[in-house]
């Protein structure tokens, strides 16, 4: 993933978020730079430190400021360090609005609204779906941004279709017809002929 440039609270949140959301440690690690804010405005007459680097950002708490000694940038770093652990766990968080991103391939359901990690993943839980539930299924239509599925059994009006969530890698399913019309019979001859 390319870098992203932290700027305002907005972008905070939204880095928050993602961390929150993928519990890899070294996804979306945080990079700190410090620029002085006084380079930004040169006419202005107010005496600058020679050493940015050896500014120590203090963070007083409850209050939307900082203040300034010259030690280091520890204090950034245990802020930083703080920060990150105030991000609730998924396990914490009891909201039903809440998005769960599929990771494990081994789930009992698919239903509607359901967010895959990536296409692949989508595509190895359908595998293991499959045959747990006996049936079997052809790729109607496979692109880079839409996945679509129907029963083996033309007469079966069984679809699965899943698509691109945003310009993010992971896949959402959009339209579930669960439900096979089709006999189980069918579906187990066809497979131990195959």
């Not at 804010?37 to 209050?63: A, C, K, T, Y």
Request: proline share 3%.
């Amino acid at each position: 993933m390319a870098p992203m440039r932290i700027t305002n609270e907005n972008s905070v949140l939204f880095y928050l978020e993602l961390k929150r959301k993928d519990q890899q440690l070294t996804s979306y690690s945080l990079r700190v730079e410090v620029t002085p804010l006084l380079e930004s405005f040169p006419d202005m007459h107010v005496l600058r430190p020679s050493n940015f680097e050896d500014i120590d950002l203090q963070v007083s708490e409850g209050h939307n400021f900082v203040t300034s000694t010259s030690k280091g940038l520890s204090a950034l770093e245990s802020f930083a360090s703080s920060a990150y652990e105030s991000i609730p766990e998924l396990d914490d968080v009891n909201s039903e609005s809440e998005i769960n991103v599929i990771s494990n391939p081994n789930i009992e359901a698919i239903t509607k609204d359901m967010i895959f990690r990536n296409k692949e993943l989508l595509k190895k839980t359908m595998r293991l779906y499959a045959i747990e539930n006996n049936f079997q299924y052809k790729v109607y239509k496979s692109e880079k941004y839409k996945y679509v599925l129907k029963c083996l059994i033309d007469s079966c009006m069984w679809t699965i279709r899943a698509s691109k969530l945003g310009e993010t890698d992971m896949f959402k399913i959009r339209y579930i017809r669960n439900g096979h019309s089709c006999s189980m019979d069918i579906i187990v001859i066809i497979d131990s002929c195959l």
